[in-house]
């Protein structure tokens, strides 16, 4: 197990690498710089402000010094925000990121995991196809149809839910229902297939005849396999949340990550954009390693992988 | 296209009655209500968009400042936005471009994707492995936020926009493709192809691809929606076709905007682009029962 992990990191290294290129010579090369937006700012003071962050040295200079100061932990300044680092400010928005991601994540589970079981249990019956087709409309209802809709029920008509904003519990239930009703439905589908799938092999069979209680079958012997294409799931499911923030910050207002990052982009913020990539980079490894030891630890058969 | 190539004496016939598998597989869709009515809903959206301006009474970029916000009536089916347009004709151009974004780039995707696993899988050993490494590293890049990036950083730009998607898009075509090759190579009429002398390339396109053609079209069909998805995705961040143009993620945007004064503005292309994706993707499982049957037996 610890040579896996150890493994895992060392792959991780070259895909951060190539990840830490590709995108400092995308954000160079596209066309504006940090400091064109600026309204009337003298030449000498833009100078002198690019001077500052290094920008007039030869690109690959810029590059190597970039990689140097990376290897040591250091994302640099922010060129839009001045006087913080780029790492204080991922500080600062990661948190209300992962506070959507995981209530998100909860609400989807408390949701998809009951609902295809129950699909899986009573196949081909009403309650099967009512769930399934709820589940493809949640999948097929985008966030961004969604979360507007929402709003325009429960703050707008309703008047109970504040529409937007991130301070209060209440600020949160409309953001992460949202996102969570998404991959509810998704969790719902996998679960009930991966619950098929079980329920036709033969211990579930030898299991039955022995006598136990259909309900401990269920949670003692089928759970275990059923959920397997649900952890599988789990790993994309991270990285989609991550992305699928970015949509749901901007419909609400919500400071986190994904906003920084676009309005980073659009700014030419070169550092932050760069900073923020790697962050996102890393965790989906990390992220996508848990994943696999999850998976590991339920199904003896994906270890030696 | 697919049903000539059906025809060809490469195929393998599934039961002696000469019934051949796409035969099959259209008989077993055609049983699965869910699909059909999805095949014909999707068939109706193609053609409402591709007919749009022929059908809508006013152009999707006409203004008339007179009747902003109108509702849904009769002279407007859908109402009209801020600027007094028909949502009707926006909503049909809109699918226009949304659709063709999705099939665009699902090709680009497809023929990346079905060459590089091919190629792959058919030379096999150090070379797939060398292949399909780089595959996996690819895999595991953000590439939703470098879309994103790129978008912004080099402006709208349409050409970059299906570049982009397809780029992400073909790697789990390529990993199908290559699993199907892998298994096909051992295939028994492969081997009999070889011996009768026929060139690489002869038994790649006229043995291989079409035997191959079932998980990928399955794959395709639940690209589509996907890439559409996306496509909104990055429309809804202002990132996607530019104004008097619309695509379906673009106005959703513009009504979850004015929402509050008229959610018709949301709710019609909302319920479009929905209920398109509804149908892709209810076709798309139909379609894996019909051509995988022994996914369809459980």
Not at chain 1, 139 to 150: A, H, N, Q, R, W
Not at chain 2, 41 to 61: D, K, N, Q, R
């Amino acid at each position: 197990m610890i040579k896996f992990i150890l493994l895992r990191i060392l792959q991780a290294i070259p895909t951060l690498f190539i990840i830490a290129t590709l995108t400092f010579f995308m954000t160079r090369l596209a066309p504006g710089g940090p400091f064109d937006a600026e309204k009337n700012i003298p030449e000498e003071i833009k100078e002198k402000l690019e001077s500052h962050f290094g920008l007039e040295k030869p690109l690959h200079t810029q590059y190597f010094l970039y990689l140097g100061n990376l290897l040591r932990g250091d994302l640099g300044p922010s060129f839009k925000y001045m006087g913080w680092e780029v790492s204080e400010l991922i500080a600062k928005a990661f948190p209300v990121s992962a506070q959507l991601g995981l209530f998100s994540l909860l609400i989807a589970l408390a949701l998809g995991l009951p609902a295809g079981v129950v699909a899986a249990l009573r196949k081909n019956s009403a309650y099967d196809y009512c769930l399934m087709i709820t589940a493809m409309l949640g999948i097929c209802l985008p966030t961004f149809v969604l979360g507007p809709l929402l709003i325009l029920f429960f703050s707008s008509w309703l008047g109970w839910l504040p529409p937007l904003g991130w301070y209060s519990f209440a600020d949160m239930v409309l953001p992460s229902l949202t996102l969570g009703l998404f991959y509810g439905a998704y969790i719902a589908r996998l679960t009930r297939a991966g619950m098929l799938d079980t329920l036709n092999q033969d211990y579930i069979r030898t299991a039955r005849a022995k006598g136990a209680p259909p309900v401990r079958v269920v949670l003692r012997h089928a759970i275990k396999g059923g959920l397997l294409p649900v952890v599988t799931f789990l790993g994309p499911a991270f990285a989609g949340l991550i992305s699928g923030s970015f949509i749901i910050e901007s419909i609400f207002f919500i400071p986190g990550l994904g906003r920084f990052f676009v309005t980073a982009a659009f700014n030419r913020d070169y550092t932050m954009v760069l900073g923020t990539v790697l962050f996102y980079a890393c965790l989906i490894i990390i992220l996508n390693l848990l994943v696999d030891m999850i998976q590991a630890s339920i199904d003896p058969k994906t270890r030696n992988r | 296209m697919s049903i000539e190539s059906a025809k060809s004496k490469d195929f393998i016939s599934e039961n002696p009655d000469g019934s051949s598998l796409w035969k099959d597989a259209w008989i077993r869709l055609r049983a699965n209500r869910l699909a059909t009515i999805s095949l014909y809903f999707f068939i109706f959206i193609s053609l409402l968009t591709l007919l749009g301006p022929e059908i809508a009474t006013s152009s999707y970029e006409d203004q008339n400042l007179n009747r902003t916000f109108a509702p849904p009536g009769a002279e407007s089916l859908f109402g009209t936005d801020n600027l007094g347009r028909d949502l009707f004709a926006r909503v049909l151009h809109g699918g226009r471009i949304s659709l063709a974004v999705g099939f665009l780039a699902t090709s680009v995707s497809l023929i990346i994707g079905v060459a590089y696993g091919m190629t792959s899988g058919y030379l096999g050993g150090k070379m797939d492995a060398l292949m399909m490494r780089f595959v996996d590293i690819l895999y595991s890049l953000p590439f939703t936020i470098f879309v994103i990036l790129l978008m912004v950083l080099f402006g709208r730009n349409f050409i970059l926009l299906f570049v982009a998607i397809g780029a992400v898009e073909w790697l789990t075509m390529a990993r199908i493709t290559r699993a199907q090759t892998l298994s096909l190579k051992q295939a028994e009429f492969i081997e009999a192809a070889r011996a009768l002398g026929y060139s690489h390339p002869r038994v790649l396109f006229r043995h291989i691809l079409p035997n191959l053609l079932g998980p990928v079209i399955v794959y395709a069909t639940l690209t589509v929606p996907a890439v559409m998805l996306l496509e909104a995705v990055l429309s809804f961040l202002g990132l996607g076709v530019q104004a008097p143009m619309s695509s379906w993620g673009s106005l959703i945007k513009e009504g979850s905007e004015k929402m509050d004064i008229a959610p018709w503005l949301i709710f019609f292309p909302g319920v479009f682009f929905s209920l398109t994706l509804l149908a892709l993707n209810f076709l798309g499982d139909g379609l894996r029962d019909a051509l995988d049957p022994r996914a369809a037996k459980e």
